[in-house]
């Protein structure tokens, strides 16, 4: 067997998180009460669900159960920090080398308030990171790129809901899309929101 395969991470989260941090500077103060695809979820609020999942998925990845992983995320309620744009990307970046750890990938953890394998954590948080990341810049004009392999897991991590996601799920109905439409598209509708969705819709 080929050791350093089978003990190497299976996503690297950094393109994504990098993708966010990027996109940063610009968000202006005028723009954190604008909308997002997010039903009732303004830009603010956003960020500050970024802020907070990159510090509980960074403790997931460590195995370090407690208020962080524990507690599930009211997304529209949640209050940015004055201070984020400095504490948001070191909290990205400390999730990221977080989950390079082979051992973030292994036995069980716990993230939003669930229990589930280390696996399952590391693709879900890739999923938030690729979904929030799109969120942020359709929200705020800026462009966006994923890498193909997140997009696969995206979708795949995605189609295991189904076409009927329970109540409980953050993801809606899958939104139809053409058999050709481009992988990100394909995502995104997949995810519940509209790929075309703009500002005002």
């Known amino acids: 067997m080929d050791t350093e395969t089978s003990t190497a991470p ?12 990027g996109m940063l500077d610009g968000v202006d103060d ?3 009460s604008a909308p997002t695809p997010c039903p009732g979820v303004t830009v603010g609020a956003l960020l500050a669900h970024l802020g907070g999942l990159a510090v509980a998925f960074r403790d997931a990845a460590h195995k370090e159960i407690g208020p962080t992983t524990g507690t599930a995320p009211e997304v529209a309620d949640m209050v940015l920090e004055a201070d984020w744009r400095s504490t948001l990307p070191r909290s990205l970046d400390e999730m ?9 990938w292994q036995g069980m953890t716990q993230a939003g308030s669930v229990d589930l394998p280390g696996e399952v954590a590391g693709m879900v948080a890739l999923n938030e990171l690729v979904l929030h990341g799109w969120d942020l810049a359709r929200s ?19 189609a295991d809901l189904g076409d009927n996601p329970p109540a409980t799920s953050p993801f809606g109905p899958p939104v139809p899309v053409p058999d050709r439409a481009p992988l990100l598209d394909r995502a995104v509708a997949r995810s519940g929101r509209r790929p075309d969705w703009q500002p005002g819709d």
């Not at 299976?10 to 941090?21: C, R, S, T």
């Not at 977080?98 to 051992?103: E, F, L, N, V």
């Open 10 to 21: 299976l996503q690297d989260l950094e393109p994504a998180a990098k993708q966010i941090a």
């Open 30 to 32: 005028a723009s954190l």
């Open 96 to 104: 990221v080398a977080a989950w390079r750890s082979p051992d973030a």
């Open 140 to 158: 705020t004009g800026q462009p966006f790129r994923a890498e193909e392999p997140h997009l696969h897991s995206t979708l795949a991590l995605l």
